[in-house]
């Protein structure tokens, strides 16, 4: 069974689109790897697939085995530098089209999820983290049935919920954690992205909208808050065109400096370089803070699941 091999499985949901929900996965993904772990990403946002973007892997072709398909490899595991192999399996790769999935009535899509949780051949990972369709739709409540028919619950760990500082005020991150309620999935944390701005200029943290909502909400539903990503544009520019980030002088983000060394190259021709993905992320602003979600992520589910 595809499933049977996977150690630990985390949602990643948001009340609505377009905060940040695949960028989270993305970096979630990432940042485990970094720490030596096997990971999966499997994107069912039907909605848009993106994760093939993020990963900058949409021409990739998947390969259909007896039984199944075979999922994207990111990168394979290099224990030497103490990092761990990334796939991926996007619903994107199967759509003749972009955009078409968005037109397929509910059947159809509830159909292609519980295919597409039964049918990856992921083999052994340490963590599967599924990129969902924003909100609580009828795809929700079949993907976690679905998943609770076909896995333990050690294995079931539980979701990150993704909001913004805006997204907060809207009652819909509020459903997103009543749902987990009602279906019985652990909320391992909330995530506030989009808190604040990585000024390009002077690499200054500020705030533009208020900030902090997600950590009020998350005190109200008892749940962990895991912590503030500020919008940072090279961020951006690293998914859209590879290049690596650099940051002048005494950068500092959330009180960690992340200024990029001395000796690095100096400007952004010499930085478009072929390093893998997960190499060149570690220069972004971004990964010392999912550096220390992901820290929290891992002990919640080992909490959770006792190990
Ligand atoms: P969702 O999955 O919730 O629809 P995305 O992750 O696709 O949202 O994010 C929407 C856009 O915003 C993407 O282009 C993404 O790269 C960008 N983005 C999201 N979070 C950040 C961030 N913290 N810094 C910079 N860009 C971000």
Request: charged residues 20%.
């Amino acid at each position: 069974m595809s499933l049977s091999k996977i150690k630990h499985i985390v949602l990643v949901l948001s009340g609505k689109g377009g905060v940040g929900k695949s960028s989270v996965t993305t970096q979630l993904a990432l940042s485990l790897s970094l720490a030596g772990h096997a990971v999966g990403v499997l994107d069912v946002d039907l909605t848009g697939p993106s994760i093939p973007r993020m990963f900058a892997i949409e021409d990739a072709k998947v390969t259909q085995a007896p039984g199944g398909w075979l999922p994207i490899t990111v990168h394979e595991a290099d224990p030497g530098a103490g990092v761990g192999s990334l796939r991926v399996m996007s619903l994107g790769f199967l759509l003749p089209r972009r955009g078409d999935a968005v037109v397929w009535r509910g059947p159809k899509k509830t159909a292609m999820v519980r295919q597409f949780l039964s049918d990856v051949f992921w083999d052994e990972l340490d963590y599967l983290l599924i990129d969902t369709p924003p909100g609580t739709s009828d795809e929700h409540i079949s993907l976690v049935e679905t998943l609770l028919q076909k896995t333990t619950p050690e294995q079931l760990a539980g979701a990150v919920v993704v909001t913004t500082p805006q997204a907060v005020a809207t009652a819909d991150v509020r459903k997103e954690l009543n749902f987990c309620a009602k279906t019985g999935i652990r909320v391992l944390g909330v995530v506030e992205n989009m808190s604040g701005f990585v000024c390009p200029n002077c690499s200054e943290c500020t705030n533009i909208f208020s900030s902090g909502g997600g950590e009020v909400m998350a005190n109200d539903f008892n749940v962990r808050f895991l912590g503030r990503v500020p919008i940072d544009p090279q961020f951006l520019v690293l998914i859209e065109t590879g290049r690596r980030p650099r940051n002048p002088e005494g950068t500092t983000v959330n009180g960690h400096n992340i200024s990029t060394p001395a000796g690095a190259p100096a400007d952004d021709q010499e930085t478009r370089d072929s390093a893998l993905l997960v190499q060149k992320y570690k220069d972004c602003s971004l990964a010392s803070i999912f550096h220390a979600i992901t820290a929290d992520v891992v002990a919640a589910v080992q909490q959770a699941q006792g190990s």
